[in-house]
């Protein structure tokens, strides 16, 4: 039972260069969650979804875009990078509001 | 605009002190949850808290969520060096949406031997 997996731990990007972060769960969950995490700033949601089929914006998600593949993969892509987008990123699962399980995280610079 | 407050930003203390943590909003929670991140790892939950005037103990953590269920502490007894880490609390409000839960901004803590 790994829980959520994310990929890749490390990336460096020029700006305006494009990518995707990958996350899985094996947990079952219906919920999904893509946050960014910046020094004094908590974790920040960038986009959600609720269950499979469905995504929804949260707080940040201006130059991101998400595709929810499957119940158990939900991906965070980078059009056009920008060095305000140097962050790093935690993808989280759940069962309806209750406890977020996190992935490892994806460090992130953008130059 | 930030909705959860943390203080202090970071606490650096030696093995065996004691320390309060607080978690502090103007909004009305319907629960709150304790996670610490170790560096390098995403967030894990320690704790949630449900009812307004909760005392809820883990070992030598202590958490309380406050009466008018705005706001929070965790306190920590004779700290160690394995409770060194990022503690953030987060919020859910009561509008039962899968997206609403609310992290604070974190308190950085080191225990040093």
């Known amino acids: 039972n790994a829980g959520v997996t994310q990929t890749p731990k490390f990336q460096v990007l020029k700006t305006g260069q494009s990518m995707t972060l990958q996350c899985a769960q094996d947990m079952n969950h219906n919920s999904m969650y893509w946050y960014r995490q910046d020094p004094g700033m908590g974790l920040r949601l960038i986009y959600y979804?609720?269950?499979?089929?469905?995504?929804d914006k949260g707080e940040v998600p201006n130059g991101y875009n998400v595709s929810r593949l499957n119940k158990r993969e939900f991906s965070l892509r980078l059009e056009s990078a920008a060095p305000s987008q140097t962050s790093v990123y935690f993808c989280?699962?759940?069962?309806?509001?209750?406890?977020?399980?996190f992935g490892p995280g994806t460090r992130l610079t953008v130059l | 605009t930030q909705l959860l407050e943390q203080s202090p930003q970071f606490l650096s203390i030696q093995e065996g002190e004691n320390l309060t943590v607080y978690c502090n909003s103007s909004?009305?929670?319907?629960?709150l949850q304790w996670y610490r991140q170790e560096p390098g790892e995403g967030p894990v939950l320690l704790v949630t808290v449900v009812t307004g005037g909760e005392v809820k103990k883990l070992k030598r953590l202590t958490f309380q969520f406050g009466d008018a269920r705005k706001d929070s502490s965790l306190h920590i007894t004779a700290a160690q060096p394995g409770d060194t880490g990022l503690y953030l609390c987060a919020g859910a409000l009561a509008t039962g949406t899968a997206s609403k839960l609310t992290f604070g901004t974190g308190t950085r803590l080191q225990v040093t031997l």
């Open positions: 989280a699962s759940s069962v309806g509001l209750t406890r977020r399980y």
């Open positions: 979804s609720a269950s499979e089929g469905t995504t």
């Open positions: 909004s009305v929670f319907s629960s």
